[in-house]
């Protein structure tokens, strides 16, 4: 056999013996999960809180906490964080919503927590439709709000595209997770290996209420542009909030977040009168004459 031929051979069998480890390992690569004893009990200071566990027809628990405000509800926001931990860290940021008078439901994903069940793409949609099924009994749409961060926005974005929320806030969303992942493995196949391809941008074309994205600039594990792209595919619903500095995992250190979230949760959009703007005025491209 020629030299050549044995190398490209070779070549060739360390790539395919790489690409079947990434197909059967990224679940590992993909997700942390912070499991917790069924009787662990959760406690958070000055946080009224009520625990749930949500049978699934293939057999598994979603456990989930649900974050009550002081006085008179607004509504509910259902929140699907990233792809670290439990729901027992996450709960922290509940009080950035119930400060604002809205009930806030955590669920944690498969594998992850308490919630049990043999992870994929299609359990975890199914999952969060069952939740998000379970709020419309207990409240109307237009009083519930989908928001994503990181990981969890693909799967709000898809909520979104299914049901009719008041409106999706993602946070730091990713294109598609298969474009995040290139990055990190550029020449591999990742559309065929990928069992989480979480395409966003085709999902969030259908979405029908207001969209809010949110990410800061300085991200280094889903750069800003990606949120640029995403803004353009529905633009006439979609309104972008930039955290300059912002990074991945600090967006909640940043007191313009703050304000991004109140002008966002108490501020409703108001119509424009389009005939009193500017919007039909074209910019002439051709040079003036100077007159003699």
Not at 14 to 31: E, K, T
Not at 78 to 94: E, H, M, T, V
Not at 223 to 237: H, M, T
Request: aromatic share 12%; hydrophobic share 35%; proline share 5%.
């Amino acid at each position: 056999m020629p030299y050549w031929l044995s190398t490209l051979l070779l070549i060739l069998a360390i790539y395919m013996a790489i690409s079947i480890v990434l197909y059967y390992l990224q679940d590992y690569m993909l997700f942390k999960p912070e499991k917790l004893p069924s009787d662990y009990q959760f406690n958070y200071e000055n946080q009224d809180i009520k625990e749930y566990n949500l049978k699934t027809r293939d057999g598994a628990v979603i456990n989930g906490l649900r974050f009550f405000p002081k006085g008179e509800s607004r509504g509910v926001v259902l929140y699907l964080k990233g792809n670290s931990k439990s729901i027992k860290g996450w709960g922290k940021f509940a009080v950035d919503f119930t400060r604002h008078g809205y009930n806030v439901l955590m669920v944690d994903y498969r594998g992850f927590g308490k919630s049990t069940g043999k992870r994929s793409q299609k359990a975890i949609k199914r999952d969060l439709q069952l939740v998000y099924n379970k709020l419309k009994e207990l409240t109307t749409e237009d009083r519930i709000i989908l928001y994503g961060r990181s990981l969890g926005s693909g799967f709000a974005t898809k909520l979104a595209s299914m049901n009719n929320p008041k409106m999706l806030i993602l946070d730091a969303p990713y294109y598609s997770l298969t474009k995040v992942t290139a990055r990190y493995a550029p020449f591999m196949p990742l559309s065929l290996l990928l069992k989480y391809p979480l395409p966003t941008y085709k999902w969030l074309k259908y979405v029908e209420c207001p969209i809010h994205i949110i990410h800061g600039t300085h991200d280094k594990l889903i750069p800003y542009k990606s949120s640029v792209k995403l803004a353009q595919i529905n633009g006439e619903r979609t309104k972008m909030h930039t955290v300059i500095g912002g990074g991945h995992k600090n967006l909640n250190n940043f007191e313009a977040y703050h304000k991004m979230l109140d002008d966002i949760l108490n501020n409703e959009p108001k119509p424009i009168d389009l005939e009193t703007t500017s919007i039909n005025v074209k910019h002439s491209s051709k040079k003036s004459k100077k007159q003699a």
